[in-house]
């Protein structure tokens, strides 16, 4: 959705509205007025909530050459807005994301202020993880999506309780922490409800920023991930709250796709529970 959380609209902006408004409304004719000198106003629909039907992934590159890094500047923005019979891609209409479930896990568009966000299921209290339903967001390969050594900055708006928590809940990624692959990741793991930022270059050091504050407390928080050459800092609403140092030669670049709400729709996949909206990564600036 976007973000009407903050509308704060100053006194002189609002006279200028008025007088536009009211000028519009007192001209007899205007541009796209019919010939019988009536206004025509048409109203769209809002956007669609429900189900979003589970997809196939996205087939494999026929080109499965050297992992690259972004040559140029990136800014992606995902809200959501564009309903069940759309599909999900950034502002600017590309880096397609799709719905991926098993056991029975599915993702609904709801309802969030004047737009949509992303429901997940809900927290699995099934004896075997195996039989838990699990949905996740997932894009296909995009090397332009790998920061290398650039800034980055990456997030998005939650929405949990401490019944959503689990050892597990990850929020955005791309790539893994572990086996050489490198990754960055934002997640709210283990029962306290803290968000984290983590990093990883290719020798399995892992860098995370956390603070020790409850995010999972049923209202929306705004959670962003900013990595500059020698910092990995942690903001939670707009303010800082833990930043750890890294080497500026750590550099992020892998084969694996952003994904939203989960590693993966497979098992043991830290999936989330819970909304997610908002979702952003910028790369180079």
């Known amino acids: 959705m976007f973000d009407t959380r903050r509308r704060a609209l100053p006194i002189g902006a609002l006279s200028v509205t008025l007088i536009l408004v009211s000028s519009l409304l007192l001209t007899s004719r205007s541009v796209g007025t019919p010939p019988d000198g009536r206004l025509a106003y048409q109203l769209l629909p809002p956007p669609t909530a429900g189900v979003l039907p589970n997809a196939d992934r996205f087939p494999l590159p026929a080109d499965l050459n050297r992992v690259q890094t972004a040559t140029a500047p990136v800014e992606l923005h995902y809200d959501f807005d564009g309903g069940i019979g759309?599909?999900?891609?950034?502002?600017?209409?590309?880096?397609?994301?799709?719905?991926?479930?098993?056991?029975?896990?599915?993702?609904?568009?709801?309802?969030?202020?004047?737009?949509?966000?992303?429901?997940?299921?809900?927290?699995?209290?099934?004896?075997?993880?195996?039989?838990?339903?699990?949905?996740?967001?997932?894009?296909?390969?995009?090397?332009?999506?790998?920061?290398?050594?650039?800034?980055?900055?990456?997030?998005?708006?939650?929405?949990?309780?401490?019944?959503?928590?689990?050892?597990?809940?990850?929020?955005?990624?791309?790539g893994y922490s572990v086996g050489g692959v490198s990754q960055f990741k934002l997640q709210v793991d283990h029962r306290q409800g803290h968000p984290s930022c983590v990093i990883a270059g290719s020798r399995d050091r892992i860098y995370r920023a956390e603070p020790r504050i409850d995010v999972a407390d049923g209202r929306w928080h705004t959670l962003e991930c900013n990595r500059a050459a020698n910092s990995l800092t942690m903001l939670v609403d707009g303010?800082?709250?833990?930043?750890?140092?890294?080497?500026?030669?750590?550099?992020?670049a892998n084969a694996e796709p952003l994904r939203v709400g989960g590693k993966g729709p497979g098992r043991r996949n830290d999936q989330f529970a819970g909304e997610i909206d908002n979702v952003f990564l910028t790369i180079g600036s």
């Open 239 to 252: 303010t800082p709250y833990a930043s750890v140092v890294v080497p500026p030669s750590l550099s992020i």
């Open 86 to 174: 759309e599909p999900i891609q950034d502002a600017s209409g590309g880096h397609e994301l799709r719905p991926l479930g098993i056991n029975g896990g599915e993702l609904r568009l709801v309802p969030e202020g004047t737009g949509l966000a992303v429901a997940y299921p809900d927290r699995c209290t099934l004896v075997s993880d195996r039989d838990c339903p699990r949905a996740i967001l997932e894009g296909e390969r995009d090397d332009s999506l790998n920061p290398g050594r650039l800034p980055l900055r990456y997030g998005a708006s939650v929405l949990m309780t401490h019944g959503d928590l689990a050892d597990g809940a990850n929020v955005v990624q791309k």
